[in-house]
């Protein structure tokens, strides 16, 4: 049985990694607002991506494979969002340059038959980063690109940031936005090939 599959989501880095391994997708955004309950960041993030996948599905008539997915960045067990400023992403680089840290992204798969039934698969990948000591120059220069504005963690493995990543331990698309083998990995096991 063919699935129509659809990304819960907005980010343009998610739309490339599924394009990049050959997926035929269609975006679909939730508009609904994002409650965490938790701080581990782990659970906060399956949390967020089962919420956006619901939101989308319940739109959505099957046979289809709802993706959903939210990433975060945790220092020392903190997460660490999006900035909300300039001074919000210096503060949140200067945290971890030096150091390692932990990416987190969450994933919901909700598979929709014809028939109406569904079923939900949810798990977490993490990813550990080790990031060069940085001067406060480099982390000002950095912040006055304006890449990290949008960013968890306030900035980018795959772009400007790129010569202050020391290593990776784990999958390096999770720190992009979305693990594409575990995605697909997970799929293949229930029986669907995703491209």
């Known amino acids: 049985m063919e699935y129509q599959v659809i990304l819960a989501s907005g980010s343009p880095r998610r739309r490339e990694l599924l394009e990049q391994i050959g997926v035929r ?7 609904k607002e994002e409650k965490i309950t938790s701080t581990d960041p782990e659970k906060v993030v399956k949390e967020l991506s089962m919420m956006k996948a619901e939101d989308v599905a319940a739109d959505v008539s099957g046979p289809a494979v709802i993706l959903g997915a939210d990433t975060v ?12 400023d300039k001074e919000d992403a210096v503060r949140m680089i200067s945290s971890f340059a030096g150091d390692d840290h932990m990416v987190y992204t ?46 968890a963690g306030a900035y980018a493995v795959q772009g400007l940031f790129a010569p202050y990543i ?6 390096y698309y999770n720190i ?8 697909y990995q ?3 096991e229930e029986g669907i090939a995703l491209k």
């Open 25 to 31: 997708f269609q975006i679909m955004t939730s508009n």
């Open 73 to 84: 960045v945790a220092h020392n067990g903190r997460i660490l969002g999006k900035p909300k």
């Open 166 to 171: 020391k290593g990776i331990s784990g999958d």
């Open 176 to 183: 992009v936005g979305l693990p594409v083998a575990g995605i």
């Open 106 to 151: 969450g994933v919901c798969i909700i598979r929709k038959e014809a028939d109406g039934s569904v079923k939900k698969l949810s798990f977490a990948e993490g990813t550990k980063v080790t990031v060069y000591p940085m001067t406060e120059q480099e982390i000002s220069d950095y912040v006055e690109s304006g890449e990290p504005m949008d960013k």
């Open 186 to 188: 997970r799929l293949k």
